[in-house]
């Protein structure tokens, strides 16, 4: 065991861990890149995380930098869960509701709790958290926090930096701060302390102060975005609070150790109506009526006909007598969870109206076994992605942009162009309602003509959304797969204003280095795996 480990076993509660087999298996997430950790904490308790932090900062003090990587299930698709320093795996232990208010709706949570498991005790209560990814069943909050993640409910919701109300996390030296809005009494409080919180806001107020334009080029033209920074929501009319700029941060500016989070109420008696395009112009006009709406749909979702052709090659049985040949080039989900049902009818019969103008065909369904059913075509995706053809299979590449909703069309138009130019299949799937697609093209990792494909592909990617006005990444974040874009993505000016914003928070570069920030893609290209699994959550996949 090396020294760094031994010191560490003797401060922190949790177990310390250097073995092969422990280090092999935190050395890949959900994404294409490999790094290995040189040690792994299971902390027991916020003390425990402090130690690892007050640790790494005093051994940066000395010139050694140590990364900190949290880790939650490490179904990251970006590589942002990967580090070859201390991974903190938080689900061993901190996996607790600590407080659950079922008035409020308001539950307080350890951030290595199961998303799915949590989702299942609000259920209980009458409640849910609406933002969730559709990895639930094996990702946790904590996860969910630091990516922003989102799902198909957020069409009508929001992401998840709407649900978090305040946040525990340890600083880069151990400290621990208390995140929420704060009044301006409040916030003259921080800026007089000596701590490093006290620097962080004394730092953030100034640098928002000096940077008030720019703040501007923060919002995108879309309806969800988890690149960059979260500057803008930081000083509102209503106080200054450090919770939006944590939510997405992806472990670069602190370890968050507890999470408040708002619920809403839950309502599974839905309706669901289906529309079948040939036309994607068509298909673009729909999403901008539906979204125009009174009261937004609960779910605006698609798939495409090449996901249909594929989970018929791979199970012939799962879509009969759900959906018949030929298939449509598109197929869009509409549901509406309104809390009476004639709130509900009302709604579905204007949205029955945007079909009739625009679908080839559709249907409308309330019964529960008829809308499972249904749900079937939609949540297919997932059993195509633990698909492999020969040695190529899907991989996360250019799996998450979104562009503004007036763009949809024009986007998907993109995005079969790219495949066609590039000789690459994949299937196309997401959130219609927000124009947010995703796919994973087929590839080789063993091939080196596929290795250098790859970044072409991501490349010519990333070009396409940012030209349409869109973000590198809606829900998964930008982790090491799309950090290279951000500077193009949001400007020079932004990107150094980011650069300052991570300094502030972590002068030594301990937390999450290669993540998000100060990345190029020179940085990232000796990191690709050889090889790519879903292993470690396949149990959890639906598979037809
Ligand atoms: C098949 C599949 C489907 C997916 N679908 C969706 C989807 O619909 N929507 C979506 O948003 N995402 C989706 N994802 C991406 C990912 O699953 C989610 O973003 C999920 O919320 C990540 O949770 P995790 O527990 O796996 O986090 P991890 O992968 O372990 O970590 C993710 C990030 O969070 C940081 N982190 C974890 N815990 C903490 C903490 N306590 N403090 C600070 N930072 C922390 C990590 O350092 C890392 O940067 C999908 C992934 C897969 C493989």
Do not use: C
């Amino acid at each position: 065991m090396s020294k760094v480990a031994h010191y560490l076993q003797e401060h922190v509660l949790g177990e310390v861990m250097t073995s092969v087999d422990a280090r092999r298996y935190f050395s890949t997430d959900g994404s294409i890149f490999t790094l290995t950790p040189s040690v792994v904490v299971y902390p027991r308790n916020e003390n425990d995380v402090r130690k690892v932090a007050r640790f790494t900062w005093q051994l940066a003090e000395r010139g050694r930098v140590l990364p900190i990587t949290a880790r939650g299930s490490g179904t990251d698709q970006g590589g942002a869960a990967i580090g070859n320093g201390i991974m903190v795996a938080f689900p061993a232990h901190m996996n607790r509701v600590l407080e659950l208010d079922s008035k409020t709706g308001v539950v307080v949570v350890e951030p290595g709790i199961n998303y799915g498991k949590l989702q299942q005790t609000l259920q209980t209560h009458g409640r849910f958290l609406p933002p969730f990814p559709a990895s639930l069943e094996y990702s946790t909050i904590g996860g969910a926090v630091a990516n922003n993640a989102s799902g198909e409910k957020s069409v009508k919701y929001g992401d998840t930096r709407a649900f978090v109300k305040s946040l525990r996390v340890v600083l880069a030296n151990g400290e621990v701060i208390e995140t929420g809005r704060l009044n301006k009494r409040e916030l003259n409080k921080k800026l007089g302390l000596s701590t490093l919180e006290g620097e962080i806001y004394r730092s953030i107020d100034t640098l928002l102060e000096e940077n008030n334009g720019l703040l501007s080029k923060l919002r995108l033209g879309t309806t969800k975005n988890s690149a960059g920074y979260d500057l803008y929501d930081i000083r509102t009319k209503n106080g200054f609070d450090l919770t939006p700029l944590f939510v997405g941060s992806q472990g670069t500016l602190g370890l968050v150790t507890e999470v408040t989070l708002e619920t809403e109420p839950y309502n599974p008696s839905t309706t669901l109506l289906v529309g079948y395009f040939d036309d994607i112009a068509k298909a673009g006009k729909a999403v901008l009526e539906l979204r125009g709406l009174s009261d937004s749909p609960s779910a605006v979702e698609m798939v495409d006909e090449n996901l249909l052709n594929l989970v018929e090659k791979l199970n012939p049985n799962h879509l009969v007598d759900v959906i018949s040949k030929p298939y449509p080039k598109l197929v869009m989900l509409v549901e509406f969870d309104e809390g009476s049902d004639r709130a509900q009818k009302k709604l579905s019969k204007k949205a029955r109206k945007i079909f009739e103008r625009h679908a080839k065909d559709f249907q409308v369904a309330t019964d529960e076994a008829e809308k499972e059913k249904l749900w079937k075509i939609r949540h297919a995706a997932a059993s195509v992605l633990a698909h492999s053809e020969g040695n190529s299979r899907p991989l996360p590449v250019i799996e998450d942009g979104i562009v503004p909703l007036s763009q949809y069309s024009e986007y998907l138009k993109g995005v079969y162009d790219l495949l066609a130019r590039n000789h690459v299949t994949a299937a196309v799937w997401g959130h219609a309602g927000d124009a947010n697609l995703h796919l994973q093209p087929f590839l080789d990792l063993g091939q080196v003509g596929d290795r250098q494909k790859l970044f072409r592909i991501a490349d010519e990617y990333y070009d396409l959304v940012i030209g349409l006005g869109g973000s590198t990444s809606a829900e998964h974040g930008d982790g090491r797969l799309r950090a290279p874009y951000l500077a193009k993505l949001y400007g020079a000016d932004v990107y150094a204003l980011f650069q300052k914003i991570k300094q502030v928070f972590d002068p030594y570069g301990t937390l999450n280095p290669g993540v998000k920030i100060n990345v190029t893609s020179e940085d990232i290209k000796p990191l690709l795996r050889h090889e790519y699994s879903l292993g470690p959550w396949y149990d959890h996949m639906p598979h037809s």
